[in-house]
Nanobody, 120 residues
Framework: QVQLVESGGGLVQAGKSLTLSCVAS????????MAWYRQSPGMARDEVAK???????RYADSVKGRFTVSRDNAKKTTVLHMNDLKPEDTAVYYC??????????????WGQGSQVTVSS
């Protein structure tokens, strides 16, 4: 059974930094993309950052220059470093992976969500 487990959320002041981590476990053949999404109450879940298997990255305009996504393919992990946090970054952050279990097709998996709260 594949699981994505996140860690690292919390409460920080504006201008500070926070790091989120996500590790995938289970019978995983390979992982294509890994990404981070966030969702505020009453809002859609939006993509924040994505990293492809070759290391290419993509960021939402609102976080460019402040957030950095990385991954370790051997450890099946992804990390989101968030700098210069703003109150509008407050949301539940979700780890996402498009991966393939042995003998199966690619499908999407989600982490449990981590609350990030930025106070002004």
């Amino acid at each position: 059974q594949v699981q994505l487990v996140e860690s690292g959320g919390g409460l920080v002041q504006a201008g500070k930094s926070l790091t989120l981590s996500c590790v995938a476990s289970g019978s995983i053949a390979d992982i294509d993309t890994m990404a981070w999404y966030r969702q505020s109450p009453g809002m859609a879940r939006d993509e924040v950052a994505k990293i492809y298997i070759g290391g290419e990255t993509r960021y939402a305009d609102s976080v460019k220059g402040r957030f950095t996504v990385s991954r370790d393919n051997a450890k099946k992990t992804t990390v989101l470093h968030m700098n210069d946090l703003k109150p509008e970054d407050t949301a539940v952050y979700y780890c996402h992976a498009k991966l393939r279990e042995w003998g199966a097709d690619y499908r999407s998996y989600w982490g449990q969500g981590s609350q990030v709260t930025v106070s002004s």
